[in-house]
C-alpha cells in the first residue's frame, strides 16, 4: 500500500468507506497537480491542497484559495459539492473551469482580481447563487444568460472591460448591489429599471 492511501485510511479509519474512498482519490489528485507543477508554483499548489483537504476532513461549507496566486485549479471539485462559499479571488486564473457547476450548493463565488476573460456555460446553473464578485478581471461580455442566477442579490463586475449589459439584466429581480463601474460602457439597458430591489447601482467612470 503506498505512503498516500496508509495516511488516508489512518486518517478516516473511523469513517465509512466511500468517504475513505474519496479521501485516498482525493489526495492522489491534488498531489499529481502539486507535482505537475514548476518549483515556484509547487509551494502554491501546496497551500492550496492543504487548504482543500482541511476543507473536505471537516465537511467544510467554505473554501478559501484566494491570494495564492494560482495559475489553475485543480480539478477536484467534484469531491467538494457541499461547498457554498468559495473564494478564488487574487490569483492568476485566466478562465473559471467548467466543473464550477458541480457546486450545485454555491451560494457565494469571489472570483476577483483575476484574468478572467469568459465565463463557463456551467456558471449560470448554480440556481442557489446570491453573491457573485468578478470584479478587476479582463470580461469583454457577459452573457445574457445571467438571467438563470434568480437568487442573485449580489453582483459585482466593475473592473473589467465592458462594452454592454445584457437586457436580461434587468430580470435579476432580487438584485440589491449591482456595481458594473470602471469597464466602457456606451450604454445601459432599460430593463435595468426593472431591478425594483436594488439599493445600491455603481456605472461610473464609463462611457455613458
Not at 484574468?115 to 457577459?142: A, D, K, R, V
Not at 436580461?168 to 450604454?187: D, P, V
Request: contains cysteine; proline residues 6%; charged residues 15%.
Amino acid at each position: 500500500m503506498s505512503a498516500i492511501s496508509s495516511l488516508a485510511l489512518s486518517h478516516s479509519q473511523s469513517q465509512p468507506a466511500p468517504f475513505v474512498n474519496s479521501r485516498i482519490e482525493l489526495i492522489q489528485i491534488l498531489q499529481e497537480w502539486v507535482d505537475q507543477a514548476s518549483p515556484h508554483e509547487s509551494q502554491k499548489r501546496s497551500a492550496a491542497k492543504n487548504a482543500i483537504m482541511v476543507a473536505f476532513d471537516n465537511s467544510s461549507n467554505y473554501l478559501n484559495l484566494g491570494r495564492l496566486y494560482l495559475s489553475s485549479l485543480p480539478p477536484c471539485l467534484p469531491y467538494l459539492q457541499d461547498i457554498e462559499h468559495l473564494d478564488i479571488s487574487e490569483n492568476k486564473l485566466h478562465e473559471l473551469p467548467s466543473e464550477i457547476g458541480l457546486l450545485r450548493k454555491l451560494k457565494e463565488l469571489k472570483a476577483q482580481c483575476n484574468l478572467i476573460h469568459s465565463l463557463p456555460e456551467s456558471l449560470w446553473t448554480l440556481c442557489y447563487l446570491q453573491s457573485l464578485f468578478l470584479q478587476g478581471n479582463q470580461l469583454q461580455e457577459l452573457p445574457s444568460k445571467i438571467d438563470q442566477l434568480q437568487k442573485l442579490h449580489t453582483f459585482s463586475i466593475s473592473q473589467n472591460t465592458l462594452t454592454h449589459l445584457p437586457p436580461n439584466i434587468g430580470f435579476l429581480l432580487r438584485l440589491q448591489y449591482f456595481n458594473a463601474s470602471e469597464n466602457h460602457l456606451q450604454s445601459v439597458p432599460k430593463e435595468i429599471c426593472h431591478l425594483g430591489n436594488l439599493h445600491y447601482l455603481n456605472l461610473s467612470r464609463n462611457s455613458i
